[in-house]
């Protein structure tokens, strides 16, 4: 886990093919630059899917926003998906006022792990790697 100026925090998980950044607190400004950091580096191994669980996350600024659209196209080029995770309602109104809903894929945490819970998570990212050789 991460904690950015006290402000936010950040933590990487992986269930099965599915890599997940999880926010919590503030995103803004001053958190992005990490953001961008751990999101470029979790995207190296082209991910299939990425998400971003945010059931944590108290407040995004448009700079917090940019970040986001950033790694969208970051993962597009790559060819994988980004899942926007567990929103909670005030953030996801901002989303939807900005009209972001029609490029972000949002989903409640119960869609999320109904859909995707039944990865496998015995397979890991060496095997991946294997597989391919």
Do not use: C, W
């Amino acid at each position: 886990m991460f904690r950015i100026g006290g402000l936010v925090e950040l933590k990487l998980n992986t269930t099965g093919k599915i890599k997940t950044i999880e926010i919590a607190g503030k995103f803004d400004i001053e958190s992005t630059e990490e953001f961008e950091s751990i999101f470029n580096k979790l995207i190296e191994s082209s991910p299939n899917l990425v998400s971003i669980e945010m059931s944590r996350l108290d407040y995004i600024d448009s700079s917090g926003i940019g970040s986001l659209i950033k790694s969208l196209n970051s993962l597009k080029n790559k060819k994988g998906k980004l899942l926007l995770v567990g929103m909670k309602p005030m953030i996801q109104n901002v989303f939807k006022l900005a009209k972001l809903d029609m490029f972000f894929e949002i989903m409640s945490s119960n869609d999320f792990h109904l859909k995707y819970s039944n990865t496998d998570s015995d397979d890991s990212d060496i095997d991946d790697l294997l597989k391919r050789n």
